[in-house]
């Protein structure tokens, strides 16, 4: 079963505008952290911010902050002020306390920038 | 601090051939792991090693894939013979941590094609 899901293939914004990125999980385990990954088209994986799932406010880092809602189980991560080089693929990953190391992908989402 | 190094960044081999990968991870991260993503599909966890040791190689699709961590630094992924569908990027991530708070930090991949 799909663990992560980002239903946003892909979306434009306009430059200093912000954008928010949908991301559900499903997890029956109570201790869990819910990742961004930022791919810009040179490949590289960037992390961006995390949320755990005991943490009682929202995380915060820098232009990108995450609207945790533990009870719609939904991490939309939101980007402030958007700028060109933004645009890149978004992943939302989830760990699961109980799996250890593995780190489950959504689908991720293209988002492009544009002036 | 250096951060998670793959080398080659592209392969482009034979079916039938044999390609290694290696991963580098960040100095002093006992916690490494492969994953891949094949054209079109989610990004999907191969394995995780800590230290030298496979804590968990659920992800590892058959027997031609053999992932090894010798004295528990650098590792390789020996692809032995590769078919049409191992093309794909392969990352490399490592993190101090293996518990769900712990970020996974990724190299920029190899992007490996299967002729």
């Known amino acids: 079963a799909q663990k992560i899901t980002q239903t946003q293939p892909g979306m434009f914004v306009q430059e200093k505008e912000a954008v928010t990125l949908d991301c559900t999980y499903d997890t029956s385990d109570p201790s869990y952290g819910l990742f961004w990954y930022k791919q810009p088209s040179s490949g590289e994986m960037i992390f961006l911010i995390y949320q755990g799932s005991y943490d009682q406010q929202n995380a915060t880092e820098g232009r990108y902050s995450l609207n945790f809602q533990k009870a719609r189980k939904s991490a939309n991560l939101v980007i402030s002020a958007s700028q060109l080089g933004d645009s890149a693929m978004y992943f939302c990953a989830m760990r699961e306390g109980s799996s250890w190391g593995k780190l489950q992908f959504g689908a991720g989402t293209q988002v492009v920038v544009t002036p | 601090e250096a951060g998670v190094t793959q080398f080659p960044s592209h392969s482009v081999i034979e079916k039938g051939q044999t390609v290694t990968l290696r991963c580098d991870p960040i100095?002093?991260?006992?916690?490494l792991y492969w994953y891949r993503r094949v054209m079109g599909k989610e990004i999907k966890f191969l394995l995780h090693?800590?230290?030298?040791?496979?804590?968990?190689e659920s992800g590892m699709p058959n027997n031609r894939f053999l992932a090894e961590r010798t004295g528990g630094t650098y590792s390789t992924l020996k692809v032995q013979p590769a078919e049409l569908e191992d093309s794909g990027v392969y990352f490399c991530?490592?993190?101090?941590?293996?518990?769900?708070?712990?970020?996974?930090?990724f190299g920029n991949g190899t992007r490996l094609t299967v002729t």
């Open positions: 090693f800590v230290k030298e040791s496979k804590q968990d």
């Open positions: 991530a490592s993190s101090q941590g293996s518990s769900y708070n712990s970020p996974l930090h």
């Open positions: 100095s002093g991260h006992d916690n």
